[in-house]
C-alpha cells in the first residue's frame, strides 16, 4: 500500500460523512497517474501554490488602491486569510480540509489589476466575471496554456465561490462562506487603518451579536458556522449571525467600497484598464507568445485573450504598461 493510499484510508475512517473523499473524486479532464504520497486535491493544492497567477496575487488591489502601507491586505494575503477560515471550519466539521484549502487557494486566481475596478472596466468592454476567470487561469491559461488539470471537485468549488453560486460540495460551500466572512472583517480593519471608519461607526446592532472588534467578530461567525453545521448535510449560520453578518456587508458598501473618496481613484483604474485593453486589440503582436498561439486556436477570440491577458496582470505591471504607451518619456543623454 502506498503513502496515498494509506491516507485516503485515514480520510474514510476519519472524515464526516457528508465530506468529500479524495478517493471518490469525479477527477481530471485528463487522465493522470496517481502520485504515490498525495490524495488527489492535496497535490491540486500543491499544484495551485505552485502557478505563477499565484505569486501574482500579492501585487494585486483588495480593495485599497496599491496602497503604500505594508499592512493593507492585498489579494494574496486576503486569499491565506480565506484558506485558514476555510481550514478552521473544515476541520471542526471533520470536512476534506486539502480540498477546501485548494479551492481557497485558487478561488480569486482570476482577479484582475485594481480589484472590483479592473473587474468592471473588463466587463464593460468584452465580458468579465472573476470567479469565471479563475477557472479559465487553472483550466486554460496556466501552464503556457496547458492548464493546471485540477480535480472536478475544486474547479466546482472555484466557479461557484462567490455570492450567487451554488457548490456542489460542503467544501466548496465552506469556502464560499468563508471568503465572504474573511473580507468583511479584514476589510473592516483596513478600512480603520485607512482612516476612512473607527470602531464606533459600526451601528451598535451588528456590534452587539457580533462583537466589538474585528477579532471578536471574526470568532463570532467562525464559531457560528461550525456549531450549525455540526453534522448536517449543509454549511449556514445561525439566523441572528447571519443577518448581522448581511447587514454589515451592506454597510460596508455604502461607507467603504463604494466611499466617494476610494471612488475618485478607482474610476482611473476603470480608465487605465480600457485604454490598455484598447492598446492591446490594436496591437496583438505586442501579446507575448503563449497568448498568441492561444489566438490560433479558433475557439479563441481577440477580445478573450486579451482580456486572459490584462486580468493577469499585477496593478504595478498594469501601471507600467500604461505609462509605457501613453506616457510621453523624457530625453535620456
Ligand atoms: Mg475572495
Redesign the pocket.
Known amino acids: 500500500m502506498t503513502i496515498r493510499e494509506h491516507l485516503e484510508e485515514r480520510e474514510l475512517a476519519y472524515q464526516s460523512p457528508y465530506a468529500v473523499k479524495s478517493r471518490e473524486s469525479r477527477g481530471r479532464v485528463r487522465q493522470e497517474p496517481e502520485c504515490d504520497i498525495r490524495p488527489a486535491f492535496q497535490r491540486d493544492r500543491d499544484r495551485i501554490l505552485h502557478c505563477k497567477a499565484f505569486r501574482r496575487l500579492k501585487q494585486k488591489t483588495q480593495v485599497f488602491l496599491l496602497p503604500k502601507g505594508d499592512h493593507y491586505r492585498t489579494r494574496l494575503t486576503?486569499?491565506l486569510e480565506?484558506s485558514q477560515n476555510a481550514r478552521t471550519i473544515a476541520k471542526a466539521l471533520r470536512l476534506n480540509e486539502d480540498l477546501v484549502e485548494a479551492i481557497a487557494l485558487g478561488?480569486?486566481l482570476g482577479h484582475t489589476p485594481f480589484g472590483h475596478a479592473g473587474e468592471r472596466a473588463l466587463n464593460q468592454v468584452y465580458h468579465f466575471a472573476h470567479h469565471e476567470q479563475s477557472l479559465r487561469v487553472v483550466e486554460y491559461v496556466e501552464k503556457q496554456g496547458k492548464g493546471l488539470n485540477l480535480t472536478w471537485e475544486v474547479r466546482d468549488g472555484i466557479l461557484n465561490?462567490q455570492m450567487a453560486g451554488e457548490p456542489h460540495t460542503l467544501e466548496g460551500q465552506v469556502l464560499q462562506l468563508s471568503?465572504k466572512i474573511a473580507?468583511i472583517n479584514h476589510d473592516i480593519d483596513d478600512a480603520i487603518r485607512a482612516g476612512i471608519l473607527t470602531e464606533r461607526d459600526i451601528p451598535a446592532e451588528y456590534r452587539e451579536v457580533l462583537g466589538d472588534s474585528s477579532k471578536n467578530r471574526l470568532n463570532t461567525m467562525v464559531h457560528d458556522v461550525i456549531i450549525n453545521s455540526m453534522e448536517k448535510p449543509e454549511i449556514k449560520m445561525s439566523k441572528e449571525v447571519r443577518l448581522a453578518m448581511n447587514g454589515l456587508r451592506k454597510f460596508m458598501f455604502e461607507n467603504v467600497y463604494l466611499n466617494p473618496k476610494a471612488k475618485a481613484e478607482e474610476d482611473k483604474a476603470v480608465g487605465l484598464i480600457e485604454q490598455l485593453y484598447d492598446y492591446y486589440i490594436l496591437h496583438l503582436e505586442l501579446l507575448p507568445q503563449q497568448y498568441l498561439d492561444a489566438l490560433e486556436c479558433p475557439e479563441n477570440c481577440r477580445e478573450q485573450i486579451v482580456c486572459d491577458y490584462i486580468a493577469g496582470m499585477t496593478d504595478n505591471y498594469a501601471v507600467k504598461m500604461y505609462e509605457k504607451f501613453f506616457v510621453p518619456k523624457a530625453w535620456k543623454i
Open positions: 486576503h486569499t480565506v478561488h480569486d465561490h471568503d473580507y
